[in-house]
């Protein structure tokens, strides 16, 4: 048994649970799951139905006959609203429409005449993997509960996969253990009632992109009220990121109106040109009841910052692992100042945004108007006329893309164009990975471009799906960082209403290089004042990240002393080592290096663990 980390208790933040089928054989199974601390949720019989850790304010559950129910983590439904709803159950598949209902961040579980159904959001934030173990199916929110039970080692395909930079969908979506299936997102899993049979069930899809702005606006607006109001209704003090961002001050402003009483954190820039904290006062200016709270620049850590340090249990490798410290630096001091939980504006540049890559379809459906656009984006983001004609010209589908980029992995980075207008970025491997590596990587491209489907026919929400789905993966680990760290996080604009109100807006509206964050300065007004609905443009820490990879060069170095990567063959440290000693490397500022420390973090991380095992 693993003996647990002191991130393992159950404070709010960190919920996480194995679920069961009313069998004896799954309540044997059961058992392996139990650890000091763990609560167990029963079925009707007895028997163990989850297992695991949570709050009782992360919880909602109800029981008639039977369904049962149970709602784990951010959503206001109460238990007599959620009896009435398993009254009615007739069919598990039912749990679709209420799954969509619902505002808030959570797991729905429901049981069902001997089925069990388990699932997860729809942005990717709460995931659901399952294994067999002890011949029943074993469904969980964490890879790695499930790999610890089995006893398995990571897959060694799946690591050089996440060398890859990016590893671009679905590679990023798999589980790093070969014996544990993750679900994916827009699915629940479903277990027979022998306790073996498995199959999932598609619940969500995105919506179309069609309502005009005017009529998506008020939509938007009520769905992020609804966001921030399932997490400030409780009253008690909360913190919010107060960047002076449309994103952060419009999380601000509706915390502002909530019972709850706010503290804004502003963490302002070193680079001397960081308007961050000028923006800040100014919204602060309306909001006279709300205490500010602002970090000294200088002491705020870089990016690279104590990557040596972490001791978080994460199921996969993350970047998130870079900011780490820049995330939780200031959690503590808000929660001495009462906060209960801390709010972000992270997701509302996936959401209030959106590709370029739109143009690729409206080109042809709308052409006059999109090379109107398309020449502002040129302008906007310096795009080259040939590498701008060649991004529109390409019009391969999904599965060759990903089959091309397979037989390029070690060509120069692809122009910002191409990213922006075609299916994605195209994933590289660098100089220190190695040949068997490119191969492992290779392989994995090749295998999933035999049946991957984009998430949407047109690039653009697909490209839109992928960058939302490639985000929660960090938020999902720092989410759980912070619930270690004392402070809970939350991410409204990450919430699936939230995400589906503002993917319904037509693309044409949504992104334009003539105005910024169209869809949230539109929905936000009359709440937001308008001198703050300005600004137009963000702060990007690239000079915190330049700096980290001087001032920390020597961590890096140790991190590839005794690399575990290397030991596995998938890199070569003495070129890493290399790397480490010339932090200006041409390339290094561009983040080539995260996909690789994540790995290696993460390794790290399976290590210590193992060195707290018990021996029988």
Same mark, same amino acid.
């Given at each position: ?25 799954? $309540? ?25 850790? +949570? ?18 983590? *951010? ?46 959001? $729809? ?80 619940? +969500? ?34 913190? *919010? ?22 503290? $804004? ?26 205490? &500010? ?43 001495? #100042? ?15 945004? *959106?590709?370029?890559?739109?143009? &690729? #379809? ?11 656009? @398309? ?37 120069? @980075? ?35 471009? $035999? ?19 490639? *985000? ?5 680990? +720092?989410?759980?960082?912070?619930? &270690? ?28 290089? +003539? ?77 080539? @290096? ?14 210590? #663990? ?7």
């Amino acid at each position: 048994m693993t003996e647990l980390h002191e991130s393992a208790g159950t404070g709010p933040g960190d919920a996480h649970f194995a679920v069961f089928t009313d069998r004896a054989d799954a $309540a044997a199974a059961a058992r392996s799951f139990a650890r000091p601390g763990s609560r167990t949720l029963a079925h009707a019989s007895g028997r163990p139905w989850l297992v695991g850790h +949570w709050h009782d304010d992360e919880i909602v559950t109800a029981r008639v006959r039977g369904a049962s129910l149970a709602v784990v983590g *951010c959503c206001p439904i109460d238990a007599d609203e959620l009896r009435r709803r398993a009254e009615r159950l007739r069919d598990l598949a039912e749990l679709d429409a209420l799954a969509r209902s619902l505002p808030g961040s959570f797991h729905l579980v429901g049981a069902l005449d001997g089925r069990i159904r388990v699932q997860g959001t $729809a942005c990717g934030l709460r995931l659901v993997f399952h294994a067999e173990i002890d011949g029943v199916r074993v469904a969980a929110t964490r890879a790695d509960t499930l790999a610890t039970v089995l006893g398995s080692e990571p897959d060694m395909g799946e690591l050089a996969v996440r060398l890859l930079w990016p590893a671009p969908y679905p590679l990023f979506e798999t589980s790093m253990w070969r014996a544990v299936t993750a679900v994916p997102p827009q699915c629940a899993v479903v277990v027979a009632p022998d306790g073996r049979t498995v199959r999932h069930t598609r619940w +969500w899809r995105p919506p179309e992109p069609v309502q005009p702005l005017a009529d998506a606006a008020p939509l938007i607006r009520t769905a992020l009220e609804e966001a921030v109001g399932a997490r400030t209704r409780p009253g008690g003090v909360v913190s *919010c990121d107060l960047s002076g961002g449309l994103d952060s001050t419009s999380v601000c402003f509706l915390a502002d109106r909530s019972p709850a009483r706010v503290v $804004a954190s502003t963490w302002p820039g070193r680079d001397p040109a960081d308007t961050d904290l000028a923006w800040a006062e100014r919204a602060m200016r309306y909001l006279p009841d709300v205490e &500010h709270v602002v970090w000294d620049a200088d002491a705020s850590p870089l990016v690279y910052e104590d990557l040596l340090g972490i001791d978080d249990l994460l199921d996969e490798p993350t970047i998130g692992v870079m900011d780490r410290s820049r995330v939780l630096h200031h959690l503590p001091g808000l929660a001495a #100042r009462g906060s209960r939980l801390h709010l972000t504006g992270i997701g509302g540049d996936h959401v209030a945004w *959106c590709s370029e890559a739109y143009y &690729h #379809r409206l080109l042809r459906t709308r052409p006059l108007f999109a090379l109107r656009q @398309l020449r502002g984006f040129r302008a906007l983001w310096q795009w080259p006329l040939g590498g701008t004609l060649r991004a529109l010209t390409d019009s391969r589908p999904y599965r060759r893309w990903l089959t091309d980029a397979a037989g390029d992995l070690r060509g120069p @980075l692809p122009q910002s164009v191409t990213t922006g207008l075609g299916w994605g970025m195209t994933p590289r491997l660098f100089g220190w990975v190695t040949p068997e590596a490119e191969r492992l990587a290779r392989r994995g491209l090749l295998d999933a471009a $035999a049946s991957a489907l984009p998430l949407h026919p047109d690039r653009g929400l697909h490209t839109d799906l992928e960058q939302i789905r490639s *985000c929660t993966r960090v938020i999902r680990q +720092w989410d759980r960082m912070a619930a &270690h760290a004392g402070l809970p996080m939350a991410s409204p604009f990450l919430d699936d209403r939230v995400i589906e109100a503002c993917l319904s807006v037509r693309p044409s509206e949504r992104v334009t290089p +003539w105005r910024y964050k169209p869809v949230l300065s539109t929905a936000m007004r009359g709440i937001v004042p308008e001198e703050c609905l300005q600004r137009s443009n963000k702060a990007t820490a690239s000079m915190d990240a330049s700096n980290g990879l001087r001032e920390h060069r020597a961590d890096l170095l140790a991190l590839w002393e005794d690399s575990r990567l290397a030991e596995l063959g998938l890199v070569d440290g003495a070129e890493l080592r290399r790397l480490a000693r010339r932090p200006a490397s041409p390339g290094l500022s561009d983040a080539i @290096l995260y996909s690789t420390i994540a790995a290696e973090v993460w390794l790290r991380g399976l290590t210590r #663990r193992r060195a707290h095992v018990p021996q029988p």
